[in-house]
């Protein structure tokens, strides 16, 4: 995520000249470790990825259209070699010389497999010229690429081989539209996760889901996974590093918000960021910290993390350290001989520079002080040595020798199954050899790894081995899975339910139900029962899961897969217990059973794209009612009055949770509140309720605030009457939460006031002195905010000249910390209204403070070159309270938020100093154009009517758009009444924000950012 939508530049075309934070070698490093440059531009440029080959060539994924271009021919595959042995490449040739979009490769048996979206495919290089001659279409329908509106952004975007075999692929959350495989098998992904198929593109399938914008994955030696994802820029969803297991649904965006207890809680939130490259080292040659460890790279950070990880039940817990520092960390890679490979996108934005600039660098990092891998070119080994080389310390080597050993075929099996046997080797090389026993005999590998299950070290293994393929599973016996329910291994028992799903025989759901009261599972990220009820679901029977909902230590997971069974035999089940038990607390649980059931999932078009801020409400993204939906509002109806009274509270956020409208319900004896906040239009009675029940501090916070949004559907002056009589309120409140603080704010900055100043005028001299002081606030922010028009301005102006006799007034300046109402101040020290002079005293005092202290004196921006600016604001030492102060006066907080809990509008600035470096976020204020801001694209929307609106889009709801034009204003749209939308290259910010700030005032408004180190974004 990026400083700000794309956006105009307001001072004269100038060319940024920063001081360089990255110039040289990248730092942090530790001193075990030396990094040189390998190549770079023009050889090898814009690397959306890298792939070393074990004998050290690296194959750069090279794309001039960043993330958001869509210019054809602008992508290429590049083979650097280094020839002589200096560590630097010194031969380039184009692998694939036309490939649109690369992202992420993996060469793995002599074989180059790559993402390049919508495609998987594999190429060859069969007379080793260094150029791909043979090429194989794998997959389809992988996300989008330039044909995509928004280009290959949230795309498919890497690939790589496990040992196991499969072909691990990070999809991003334009999901998986409709994905072809060469067997014909076709897979829906409806947003991010991770599939998998097999090398000759068959056998596709999801392998864990629901994640954001995953660009890469990391695969452990025990086939564990890993990735760094991208933040939501302000909702929530931060920079999470994820462990992937087979069938979990990682809760993006349907279910991480109001249903967290359903989805994979993630290892850690990093907060903001912009994850991308994931991977694995377990190589010798390096420090014994940094062997079999896990490493991610960070787009806006511009890290290379270590997050060594530790085991905790059946997931793991993790740490985090700054390995490397980069100025726009994408990728990293090692070969077969313990050389490190890292990529950055240094000078780069979202898509190709017109200015000719050369964009990224790969660099090369060894370690010196220890003894390296020496790869072993597996095509030219012995059979006889090729165990050996499957035994090596080498995840690389292991690799190859699999895929050879693989080629080679039944011959080598016995050596390698003696090889899975021997408890003297490391887990690392006994899994090795169990997948690829498996692989070279098929099913016929059951009989050799059945008997391998007494092995404790193994069992998980040789568990997932068995099943790993659902087109072999005749003859694998179910009772190897049923018994290992019961083990003491949290990760044997997952292995056992992973399973159970691929072999489908219903009758095991029974063992799962009774076993799953026994299982000790915890930690940061627990997901036995999460598995289970997803194996539950899949296994479908319902006798078993009805029979388990009598047993209240067995009830939650039972319900849990009920209430994702849209079967009418489960209505009806659910319904019959519903009507016949007198057991309170179980007619609830089933109750919340239906409310879940009331309706599914739309089918999705394979075209839709939710943005980079979806509707998060959950537990679906967009609502289809289905045939038993009547019968089941009608049960949820009619038990209304059968749930005690201290529940029914409980009982209506349950209804709304599940996306009921319950003032559509025929519920006796609701609460008016509740009613009334369901009004499509307020009325003056139900306006006055609901500003009566947002100042009552009895009832819960997030009730009260829902009172004072709807506000706004009160006719005429009632509803600004009402926000600003419930804001006055809670100023006043004693323990009420900071979030009460944001809201009047965002009521004061909300570029709307600027049509509302005659009633506000009206309310601030009518109003208590509460009311009159954010009133003002807001007229005063008009008044000063670069963003209102001028006819809004001068209406301000009239009135203030009037010399306002209200204490909000006042109040208000002193607060803002306001200068130049002199006359006013003057005015109101005459007057003999106690108060009125005491606040007017107070403003006097603040605006004689001293204009130097604040900056206010100095040349002005616009007056000097940028290059003078940024490197004045580098060097300078700003205010960040004044700079505080300057986000709102100059208008910024009408685009950005810097609270979690704020209105979301564009780009999230809470962590901007903890995202970004100080020579960026300037660069960013003084040339907004250089980078746009994924998400927050200029959009100029042809609606059907034959207008047209021009903004960025903050929300879209339910088919209901909220585009926030370039003067912060929100317009309130319909996507059925959109005609065309179309991405403009020019930005949002208006012109001049900056210009009018002294050098000084300019670097506070730096320093402020770079103050916010708040967790998010």
Not at 662 to 690: E, H, N
Not at 813 to 832: C, H, N, P, V
Request: glycine share 10%.
């Amino acid at each position: 995520m990026i400083l700000a939508p794309t956006l105009r530049r307001f001072i004269a075309p100038a060319t940024i000249a920063l001081p360089m934070l990255f110039a040289g070698h990248a730092s942090a490093l530790d001193a075990a470790f030396q990094i040189n440059d390998f190549a770079g531009p023009p050889n090898a440029n814009y690397p959306t990825a890298i792939s070393a080959a074990p004998n050290g060539d690296v194959y750069v994924s090279s794309d001039r259209n960043g993330s958001l271009g869509h210019a054809k021919n602008m992508g290429k595959i590049v083979l650097c070699r280094d020839t002589d042995g200096d560590g630097k490449a010194d031969k380039f040739i184009d692998y694939i010389p036309d490939l649109d979009s690369p992202r992420g490769g993996h060469l793995a048996g002599g074989v180059f497999y790559v993402i390049h979206p919508p495609y998987l495919s594999s190429f060859v290089d069969k007379d080793g010229d260094g150029v791909a001659d043979e090429k194989k279409q794998l997959v389809d329908g992988l996300g989008g690429g330039i044909e995509h509106p928004r280009g290959a952004d949230h795309t498919t975007n890497a690939v790589r081989m496990g040992i196991d075999g499969w072909l691990y692929i990070a999809v991003g959350d334009f999901g998986m539209f409709g994905s072809k495989g060469t067997d014909g098998t076709r897979v829906e992904l409806f947003g991010g996760g991770i599939a998998r198929v097999r090398p000759d593109g068959s056998e596709l399938e999801t392998f864990a889901i629901m994640t954001r914008n995953n660009c890469d994955m990391a695969i452990a030696p025990t086939l564990d996974m890993f990735t760094r994802d991208n933040t939501n820029d302000g909702k929530g969803w931060n920079t999470r590093l994820h462990h992937f297991t087979n069938l979990g649904d990682h809760g993006y965006p349907r279910l991480y918000q109001n249903f967290k207890d359903e989805a994979i809680v993630p290892l850690a939130d990093f907060g903001g960021g912009s994850g991308t490259g994931g991977f694995w080292l377990d190589e010798p040659g390096f420090p014994k910290q940094f062997t079999n460890t896990l490493f991610t790279c960070d787009w806006t950070t511009g890290n290379i993390y270590h997050n060594p990880v530790t085991r905790e039940f059946a997931s793991y817990t993790v740490k985090q350290d700054v390995f490397l520092k980069l100025p726009r960390a994408i990728d990293m890679d090692v070969d077969g001989s313990s050389r490190i490979f890292v990529a950055d996108w240094r000078d780069g934005g979202f898509d190709h520079g017109k200015d000719g600039k050369p964009v990224g660098r790969i660099q090369r990092i060894v370690c010196p002080g220890e003894k390296p891998a020496q790869y072993v070119d597996v095509t030219k080994a012995k059979d006889a040595d090729l165990p050996a080389l499957l035994a090596s310390a080498s995840a690389v080597q292991r690799l190859e020798a699999s895929r050879e050993i693989i080629t080679r075929g039944n011959k080598l099996a016995e050596g390698v199954l003696a090889l899975a046997k021997d408890a003297k080797q490391s887990e690392a090389v006994r899994i090795a050899a169990i997948f690829t026993y498996k692989q070279v005999l098929g099913k016929d590998a059951i009989k050799g790894l059945s008997a391998l299950i007494a092995d404790a070290t193994v069992k998980e293994y040789v568990l997932r081995a068995l099943t790993d393929r659902t087109s072999e599973l005749a003859g694998v016996a179910t009772k190897l899975y049923t018994d290992a329910l019961n083990d003491a291994n949290p990760r044997v028992v997952l292995q056992a339910l992973i399973g159970l799903e691929r072999l489908n025989d219903k009758k095991t759901a029974s063992d799962i139900i009774a076993a799953s009261a026994t299982w000790k599972d915890g930690g940061v990220s627990p997901r036995l029962l999460h598995t289970a009820r997803t194996t539950l679901v899949h296994l479908a029977n319902t006798d078993a899961l009805f029979d388990a909902v009598k047993d209240p230590a067995t009830r939650a997971l039972a319900l849990a897969a009920l209430q994702r069974l849209h079967q009418p035999d489960v209505v009806k089940g659910l319904i019959a217990l519903a009507d016949s038990s007198k057991d309170a607390d179980l007619r609830f649980a089933v109750l919340g059973a239906l409310a879940r059931l009331t309706y599914q999932e739309k089918p999705w078009d394979l075209k839709y794209w939710w943005q980079t801020r979806p509707d998060d409400r959950g537990p679906y993204h967009e609502t289809i009612a289905w045939e038993e939906t009547p019968k089941i509002i009608a049960t949820l109806e009619k038990h209304f009055t059968n749930i005690a009274a201290d529940k029914q509270s409980l009982y209506l956020d349950l209804l709304a949770k599940n996306r009921l409208a319950v003032t559509d319900l025929k519920l006796p004896g609701i609460d008016p509140v509740t009613l009334a906040l369901g009004l499509g239009k307020l009325d003056d009675a139900s306006s006055r309720l609901l500003v009566q029940a947002a100042q009552d501090p009895k009832r819960p916070f997030a009730q009260r605030v829902m009172a004072y949004k709807a506000q706004t559907r009160a006719e005429g002056i009632n509803g600004l009457k009402g926000k600003l009589e419930i804001l006055a309120s809670w100023a006043q409140e004693q323990g009420i939460p900071a979030e009460a603080a944001q809201h009047q704010n965002d009521f004061i900055t909300e570029t709307e006031r600027g049509t509302q100043v005659k009633d506000l005028h009206k309310l601030a001299k009518e109003g208590n002195d509460s009311v009159s002081r954010i009133a003002w606030a807001s007229l005063l922010n008009i008044l000063t905010s670069p963003l209102a028009k001028d006819g809004w301005k001068n209406d301000v102006k009239k009135i203030v000249a009037g010399n306002p006799k209200e204490v909000g007034f006042f109040l208000a300046i002193s607060e803002r910390k306001l200068t130049g109402f002199d006359q006013q101040i003057d005015a109101a020290l005459k007057s003999d209204n106690r108060k009125l002079v005491e606040a007017a005293t107070a403003a006097k005092a603040l605006a004689s403070g001293g204009a130097a202290d604040s900056g206010i004196t100095g040349k002005k921006v616009a007056e000097l070159a940028v290059k003078d600016v940024a490197a004045a604001a580098m060097t300078g030492k700003g205010d960040a309270d004044v700079g505080k102060r300057l986000f709102t006066q100059q208008g910024c907080i009408a685009c950005h938020a810097v609270d979690l809990k704020a209105e979301q509008k564009g780009p999230y600035l809470g962590a901007a100093g903890a995202k970004f470096t100080r020579d960026y976020l300037i660069d960013s204020m003084l040339d907004p154009n250089k980078v746009v801001a994924q998400g927050f694209q200029t959009f100029l929307l042809s609606m059907k009517d034959g207008s047209q609106q021009m903004g960025f889009i903050t929300s879209e709801v339910d088919g209901n758009i909220d585009l926030r034009n370039i003067a912060g204003q929100v317009f309130k749209l319909k996507r059925a009444d959109v005609e065309k939308e179309s991405h403009l290259p020019q930005s949002m910010m208006p012109p001049g924000l900056t210009g009018p700030l002294t050098v000084q005032e300019f670097t506070s408004l730096v320093e402020y950012l770079v103050s916010l180190k708040e967790k998010g974004g």
